[in-house]
């Protein structure tokens, strides 16, 4: 992982440098961090997505079952390259604890998320996979707040 962090530490850099913008080390390496979560959340987004479009369609599950579901099994990609790759876990604290602490407001975002989809869809109207890129949004700005809080 240390090449690959060297080589998006090195593009993001690059990226700065492109656009003008002067950011002080402690910066820098917050810009770093969020281009990694924007990876992983990408790449969980593609999981969780699928997930969703095969639990709905394939399975007839109600979109609420389906997201659930989707959401569970991309929180497990999300977990594991969050702690290995994107944020420096504070090594002092119990991994248990770090772990409880991720679930909680993993479970706080699914909730968020599931309310987010049940609004969209029952309420408003919005086609589920519509409704599920906006809930990706606003439960990813969440995460990261919340990662970067209790997991640093």
């Not at 917050?30 to 969703?52: E, M, P, S, Y």
């Not at 699914?110 to 049940?118: A, E, F, R």
């Amino acid at each position: 992982m240390k090449d690959s962090n060297d080589k998006i530490a090195e593009f993001v850099k690059i990226c700065l440098k492109v656009l003008h913008i002067k950011v002080s080390k402690k910066n820098e390496k917050l810009f770093i961090q969020i281009f990694k979560f924007g990876i992983v959340g990408g790449t969980a987004f593609i999981i969780d997505f699928l997930f969703l479009y095969l639990f709905k369609e394939i399975f007839h599950l109600s979109v609420i079952i389906a997201n659930t579901l989707s959401f569970v099994i991309s929180l497990i990609y999300n977990y594991i390259a969050s702690v290995k790759w994107v944020f420096e876990v504070n090594k002092n604290k119990d991994k248990r604890k770090n772990m409880i602490t991720f679930i909680v407001f993993s479970i706080i975002g699914l909730l968020l998320n599931d309310m987010i989809m049940w609004i969209s869809t029952n309420k408003l109207s919005i086609y589920y996979l519509i409704a599920k890129i906006i809930a990706t949004i606003i439960v990813m700005i969440f995460n990261f707040i919340t990662r970067k809080i209790f997991l640093e």
